[in-house]
Every structure is written in C-alpha cells, then in structure tokens.
C-alpha cells in the first residue's frame, strides 16, 4: 500500500485533515462556519479523525458505517456537542479489506477510481435558492464583499434545516444516526488498483480546470500532488479572483488531496 498525500494550507491550519492506518486512508473536510458554532471545524475534523483512525486501527475490517457512527459519538462527548449546534464534516474513507477496496463517503469529499467518481451529491441536489443568489452575484462581478458573507450566512441557516433530516442531507455532526446514510460500496483489488481522495476545495477546481487526469494524479507523489495544489490556488487568485468565471463561496478553500496505491 502507498499513500501520498498533500494539503494547502498544512495539517494544523486547514480545516481539510488527513489520516491513516496501516491499510486506511480518512480525508474529512471540516465545514466552514459563517454563523456561531461551539468549536472550531478545524477541532471538530481533528477530533473526528483522530476517532476514526483509532477505530480502524483496533478493527481493521469492522464495518464502516459502525465505525463511523461510534467515531461521531466519540467526538461529540469529547467535544460536549449537541446535534443541530455543532460544527460539521464530511467523511471520505479507503480501505483494503482483504482481496477487495472499501469505500464510504458522507458529504462532498468525493473517492475516485478507476471505475468514476465516488460522491455523494445530496447536499448539490437540495439546489437551495440561497445557494443560486450568492453564484450569480459572483459571476454579475460583485466579488467577496461584506454582503457576500451575509449571503453566506443565510445559506447556512438554510443547510442548517435540512441537515441530517430525511429530504435534505446528511454529514458527520454529533448526530451518530447520520453514518448510517453514509455511501458505501466494494470493489476487487484487481479492479481498483489505485483510488484517489479529494475535498472539494482541490476536486471543483480541477474540474474546473480541466486538470483532472486521475490516473495521471494517482501516480503521482507527495511533491507532485502539492504541486498540483499550488496550481489550483494561483488559479484562482491570478485567472479567477472574484469568482465570476467559476462562482465559490471563499477565493481560496483548504486543499486537501491523497493518492492511494495498493502494492502487493
């Protein structure tokens, strides 16, 4: 097994983390707060990790959404969170099991392989008016303003009634039900030779950009991956500044990719 692995900003400033186990990878991207939470993302996906890389550590083939929603539970009574005020995070995990791949994915941290993308889209299919008003103001050229962040403010509010409900979406909180509506699926080790790990702030703009050869990236090391991380970003700051051409809600979101071979 070989992991590379790059993030933008670092491990410890960035609200994208990534760890692993001896045959896991976990990249979790704590969620941005434009309204009052009770920690920091950055905390509550540090915690969440660090809870799920112990888990797979003692269990190594348990099941993922078992694991998940122990981790969650885990992180919330560390944390003294209470569901629907909390920070949150998706959950993106690859693991060898075996002769076969397992994948799980919660919330828009996508896994690809050479089979597609991986990806839950639920969040993306809610199509929230709040959502539409905020990308059209960018792309009419208003750039990140203060009513931009109000904006913001009022798309979370809006995501905030729908989360972890049956017709919105759901993600890792300090609700531990929400893991069992996580994505799961497996694949032989023959059929998935290499898997790739991305949040978004790296995957949209690659897309964006055209720049998504994902055999290409999963053979790339830890440099070459930073590589590509710091072309994302000065897209956006040179080519695209003020969003109008590919409308997000911050200039420049954490980074956070891994690539994933499995060596026998």
Same mark, same amino acid.
């Given at each position: 097994?070989? $992991?590379?692995?790059?993030?933008?900003?670092?491990?410890? %400033?960035? %609200?994208?983390? $990534?760890?692993?186990?001896?045959?896991? =990878?976990?990249?979790?991207?704590?969620?941005?707060?434009?309204?009052?939470?009770?920690?920091? /993302?950055?905390?509550?996906?540090?915690?969440?990790?660090?809870?799920?890389?112990?888990?797979? #550590?003692?269990?190594?083939?348990?099941?993922?959404? &078992? $694991?998940?929603?122990?981790?969650?539970?885990?992180?919330?009574?560390?944390?003294?969170?209470?569901?629907?005020?909390?920070? #949150? #995070?998706?959950? !993106?995990?690859?693991?060898?099991?075996?002769?076969? =791949?397992?994948?799980? =994915?919660?919330?828009? #941290? *996508?896994?690809?392989?050479?089979?597609?993308?991986?990806?839950?889209?639920?969040?993306?299919?809610?199509?929230?008016?709040?959502?539409? /008003?905020?990308?059209?103001?960018?792309?009419?050229? /208003?750039?990140?303003?203060?009513?931009?962040?109000?904006?913001?403010?009022?798309?979370? %509010?809006?995501? !905030?009634?729908?989360?972890?409900?049956?017709?919105?979406?759901? $993600?890792?909180? &300090?609700?531990?039900?929400? /893991?069992?509506?996580?994505?799961?699926?497996?694949?032989?080790?023959?059929?998935?030779?290499?898997?790739?790990?991305?949040?978004?702030?790296?995957?949209?703009?690659?897309?964006?950009?055209?720049?998504?050869?994902?055999?290409?990236?999963?053979?790339?090391?830890?440099? +070459?991956?930073?590589?590509?991380?710091?072309?994302?970003?000065?897209?956006? &700051?040179?080519? +695209? *500044? +003020?969003?109008?051409?590919?409308?997000?809600?911050?200039?420049? %979101?954490?980074?956070?990719?891994?690539? =994933?071979?499995? +060596?026998?």
């Amino acid at each position: 097994m070989r $992991i590379e692995t790059a993030q933008l900003p670092d491990y410890a %400033d960035s %609200d994208d983390k $990534i760890l692993t186990t001896e045959n896991a =990878v976990i990249v979790l991207d704590g969620a941005s707060a434009f309204r009052p939470v009770p920690v920091p /993302a950055s905390r509550y996906a540090a915690t969440l990790g660090e809870a799920l890389q112990l888990r797979l #550590s003692q269990e190594p083939a348990a099941d993922l959404r &078992a $694991i998940l929603s122990e981790s969650i539970r885990a992180a919330a009574d560390v944390l003294e969170l209470t569901p629907g005020d909390s920070p #949150s #995070s998706t959950v !993106a995990i690859v693991r060898r099991n075996g002769d076969q =791949v397992d994948e799980l =994915v919660l919330g828009d #941290s *996508p896994i690809i392989t050479p089979a597609g993308i991986f990806e839950d889209p639920r969040l993306d299919d809610l199509e929230l008016p709040e959502r539409r /008003a905020y990308q059209e103001r960018l792309q009419s050229g /208003a750039g990140y303003d203060e009513h931009h962040h109000t904006m913001l403010r009022e798309l979370q %509010d809006a995501q !905030a009634e729908r989360r972890n409900r049956e017709g919105g979406y759901w $993600i890792a909180e &300090a609700n531990p039900a929400a /893991a069992a509506r996580a994505f799961v699926r497996s694949s032989s080790i023959r059929d998935t030779p290499w898997t790739v790990l991305a949040t978004d702030g790296a995957f949209n703009t690659m897309i964006h950009t055209g720049t998504d050869e994902w055999t290409r990236i999963a053979g790339m090391d830890s440099a +070459d991956l930073f590589a590509e991380l710091e072309r994302c970003q000065a897209w956006e &700051a040179h080519v +695209d *500044p +003020d969003a109008t051409d590919f409308p997000r809600a911050k200039r420049h %979101d954490d980074k956070a990719i891994a690539a =994933v071979r499995w +060596d026998d």
